[in-house]
């Protein structure tokens, strides 16, 4: 018998590499910082102008919302803008004032004025759903910088509509 065929050779077996090295994991680090470093300012400038057309947004809504209130309760309702304080109240029929500040939203929205054309101060809306004479117009927001200005208009009617303004 030989004895060579009974003992199993010594050679070591190769082991499976898991895991990544220090090179692997630094080149994948900056690939990572390269990429946020160029998605971030563009992601801020969303999220700035984003706070504007939900602010937009919003005001709509309300306005919409004291449309139906005022033909719902057959009474005048209103949206009172308040420049100064940054904010604007809606007065239902039989309901309390609400306030809506501005400074919630992203970005630094605030009312505009645009080439002389000041916000409407006052728009009601009769219980016809259609607005008082005069008490019609157009309300402008923008963000930090006017980078994006939107402007709300209600017509005679009692149409909403809602439009970016450019510079």
């Known amino acids: 018998m030989n004895i060579t065929n ?10 499976a590499r898991s895991g990544f090295t220090v090179v692997e994991l630094l080149v994948v680090i900056s690939l990572i910082a390269i990429l946020l470093s160029v998605a ?3 992601t801020m400038a969303y999220l700035r102008q984003r706070g504007v057309r939900e602010a ?3 005001l709509a809504m309300d306005l919409q919302r004291a449309k139906m209130a005022a033909v719902s309760r057959n009474a005048d309702s209103s949206i009172v803008v308040d420049t100064a304080g ?3 109240r809606t007065q239902l029929p039989g309901r309390a004032d609400e306030t809506t500040a501005l400074s919630r939203f992203r970005g630094g929205v605030a009312f505009a004025n645009i080439d002389g054309q000041v916000n409407t101060p006052r728009i009601t809306f009769n219980s016809r ?6 008490a019609n117009g157009s309300i402008f927001l923008t963000n ?4 994006v ?5 209600v017509s005679a ?3 909403i509509s809602q439009s970016i303004v450019t510079p």
């Open 129 to 134: 759903g259609i607005t008082n004479p005069g």
């Open 6 to 15: 009974i003992i199993p050779s010594a050679k070591p077996t190769p082991v």
């Open 40 to 42: 971030t300012p563009s």
């Open 86 to 88: 940054n904010s604007y």
């Open 56 to 58: 937009a947004d919003q």
């Open 157 to 159: 009617a009692g149409g």
């Open 144 to 147: 930090d910088g006017g980078a």
């Open 149 to 153: 200005t939107i402007r709300l208009t």
